[in-house]
C-alpha cells in the first residue's frame, strides 16, 4: 500500500516535457527545480498523500563546519611536532655537520621525522637554514669598580 503511493507520488513528480504530456510548460508549473517547487507544487491537487523531495533538492550542507573542530587541533599538534623536529635538526646539524653518515644525533633525529610522516621540504629547510652562516654578535658590559666584560657569540 506504501509502495503504491510512493510510485503514484514519483509519477506525479516525473517532469512534463513537450515528449510526455503534448504540450509546452506553464511558468508556475513544477519541473522539479527549487525554485518552481516553491510556487506551485504538483502534489497539493493530488487526491492521495505523496513524497515531498524538494525540500532535499533545496537543502545543502557544510562539511568543513563539522570537520574543522576535528582538523584544527590535529594540525596545530603537527605543526608542534614538526617545529620540535626542525630544531633538533637544527642543534644536530650545527654539532657535527650534514652528513648523517658521520652525525648520529642528526641520523636518529631524521629516522624520527620520517617515521612520523614530516615533510622532505621541511627537512630539507631545517637543514638548509642549520648550515647558513650565522653572524656574530659581541656583547660588552661595564660592571661596578672598573670591571670590563665581554661576550662573544653565534646567533
Given at each position: 500500500?506504501?509502495?503504491?503511493a510512493?510510485?503514484r507520488s514519483?509519477r506525479?513528480?516525473?517532469p512534463?516535457t513537450l515528449?510526455?504530456?503534448?504540450?509546452f510548460l506553464?511558468p508556475?508549473e513544477?519541473?522539479?527545480?527549487?525554485?518552481?517547487?516553491v510556487?506551485?507544487p504538483?502534489?497539493?491537487?493530488?487526491?492521495?498523500?505523496?513524497l515531498?523531495?524538494c525540500?532535499?533538492?533545496?537543502?545543502?550542507?557544510?562539511?568543513w563546519?563539522k570537520v574543522k573542530?576535528?582538523?584544527?587541533?590535529k594540525?596545530?599538534?603537527?605543526c608542534?611536532?614538526?617545529m620540535?623536529?626542525?630544531?633538533l635538526?637544527k642543534?644536530?646539524v650545527?654539532?657535527a655537520?650534514?652528513n648523517?653518515?658521520?652525525?648520529?644525533?642528526l641520523a636518529?633525529?631524521?629516522?624520527?621525522?620520517?617515521?612520523?610522516?614530516m615533510p622532505k621540504?621541511s627537512i630539507?629547510?631545517?637543514i638548509k637554514t642549520?648550515?647558513?652562516p650565522?653572524s656574530?654578535?659581541?656583547?660588552e658590559?661595564?660592571?661596578?669598580?672598573?670591571?670590563?666584560?665581554?661576550?662573544?657569540g653565534a646567533?
Open positions: 500500500m506504501a509502495g503504491a510512493v510510485l514519483l506525479i513528480l516525473r512534463r515528449a510526455t504530456s503534448g504540450r506553464h508556475g513544477c519541473v522539479l527545480f527549487p525554485a518552481s517547487c510556487l506551485y504538483p502534489w497539493r491537487s493530488s487526491p492521495a498523500r505523496s515531498q523531495v525540500s532535499a533538492l533545496c537543502a545543502g550542507h557544510n562539511k563546519s573542530h576535528i582538523k584544527g587541533p594540525d596545530m599538534a603537527r608542534k611536532m614538526f620540535k623536529f626542525a630544531l635538526i642543534v644536530a650545527k654539532e655537520g650534514t648523517p653518515g658521520m652525525n648520529v644525533n636518529n633525529v631524521l629516522e624520527q621525522c620520517r617515521s612520523k610522516n621540504t630539507e629547510a631545517a642549520a648550515t647558513k650565522g656574530q654578535l659581541t656583547y658590559a661595564r660592571g661596578p669598580g672598573g670591571v670590563h666584560a665581554a661576550h662573544r646567533d
